[in-house]
Structures are given as structure tokens and as C-alpha cells.
């Protein structure tokens, strides 16, 4: 009896260490920046027809005009486990020379992706495309803002199980259910920035602190 129960006894004391161990491991990764030295590696041109060239030096992403698209993705997003729901995106976009939408990023909504355009259609409009196979010019999130070139823009976009928000310049542009509804990209040159990427059309456009973050709350 003495012996089953010193087995017994190890047995149990090693499944206690066992979930302990496990229970205390690291937390999951919570915050990513794409620019960094680990991640940098990772991105490259979109492949667009005709688009600019592509660099990325001292933590910024470079876009020169294409033709009339140009675009860079970041193709690692699965296998460095980011998320696709409740997360942030944040980072500063600047239109050098150019009127049309610089810095627009695209990235995942659950299983699919969208774009946010900035200072599209000739240079101020805002919005989410495509909802509902509607883009940004025909959806709900449709908006207008004037930007200035060679100003840094600063753009958070939130990711959340049931709504999209985006702030760009500390104003709310985006704030929009998704339940119910269709997230999507427009067809075209755009889809070859998922899962994630930038474009500008027609401009000259940089893009630099790129930060994607967890986000704990439902709300």
C-alpha cells in the first residue's frame, strides 16, 4: 500500500508541475512591429502591373508613383500568428507629391480583408472598401478630409468581431457594424496587398510605424 501510494504520489506531483509549467509559459505575443528589424524581411512589391518601386530603409516604407497603382504587402501575417479579429493597426502616412490615395492599407476582417482608402478620388475620400461588394465611395463609411503633402498622417484602425473603426489625424472616420454584412476587397490591383499591405494610386507615398496590437476587450 505504502509503494502505490509513493506512485502514485510522483505521479501526482509531476502533474502538478506539468500544469503549473504550462499554465505560468509566456503569454501570448500582444503587440507586432512591422517595421522592426524581425519582421522587415518580410515585405515586398505587391507584384501590381506597371507599379513604382518599392523600398524599405531606416523603418519606412517607400512608395513611388506607379501606373497607375503601386503597393507593398507584408507576407508573413499567418506565420508569425498574427491576429484577425480584435487587434489594432496603427501607423504614419505621408503623400509626398501626388492627389490621389496614398497609405491605404489592407488587412484582415476574419476570414476576409478589406481596405481602407485615404484620400482617394481625387484626394479626400475616406472610407472601407468593399462592404456589402459596395466601396468606399458607395458604403455607409463614405467620408472626406483634406490632406496635406509631406505631412506625416497618423491612422489607428480598429478590428473588432462585429464593427470596424478608423481614426485618421485623431478624428473618427469609420464606425460600422460588419455583423451581417459582407467584408470584402474591391476586385483588382487591390487584392494583391492581402493580407496585408499598403497602395497608393497615381502618388508618391511613405508609410512608417506600422504597430499591430491585441485588443482584450469585446468593446
Known amino acids: ?20 509549467l504550462t499554465q505560468c509559459g509566456p503569454a501570448p505575443r500582444g503587440e507586432w512591429d512591422l517595421l522592426s528589424a524581425e519582421f522587415a524581411p518580410s515585405w515586398k512589391a505587391a507584384g501590381i502591373p506597371d507599379e513604382g518601386r518599392v523600398t524599405i530603409q531606416d523603418g519606412t516604407i517607400t512608395l513611388e508613383a506607379g501606373q497607375p497603382m503601386t503597393g507593398a504587402r507584408f507576407d508573413a501575417w499567418e506565420g508569425f500568428g498574427l491576429p484577425r479579429t480584435r487587434y ?22 476574419g476570414g476576409s480583408h478589406v481596405s481602407l482608402v485615404i484620400g482617394g478620388w481625387g484626394g479626400t475620400l475616406v472610407g472601407i472598401s468593399s462592404i456589402d461588394d459596395m466601396d468606399a465611395s458607395e458604403n455607409n463609411t463614405r467620408g472626406n478630409a483634406f490632406f496635406k503633402n509631406n505631412v506625416w498622417h497618423p491612422v489607428r484602425v480598429e478590428v473588432r468581431d462585429d464593427d470596424l473603426r478608423a481614426w485618421i489625424n485623431g478624428r473618427l472616420f469609420v464606425n460600422t457594424s460588419i455583423k451581417g454584412h459582407k467584408p470584402g476587397l474591391r476586385a483588382g490591383d487591390i487584392e494583391k496587398c492581402a493580407p496585408f499591405g499598403f497602395a497608393s494610386h497615381a502618388t508618391h507615398a511613405r508609410v512608417r510605424r506600422v504597430i499591430i496590437r491585441r485588443l482584450l476587450s469585446r468593446l
Open 88 to 109: 489594432s493597426v496603427e501607423f504614419e502616412a505621408m503623400r509626398v507629391e501626388g492627389n490621389d490615395f496614398f497609405g491605404t492599407v489592407t488587412f484582415p476582417v
Open 1 to 20: 500500500m505504502r509503494g502505490f501510494l509513493t506512485r502514485f504520489g510522483g505521479r501526482a506531483a509531476r502533474l502538478c508541475l506539468f500544469f503549473v
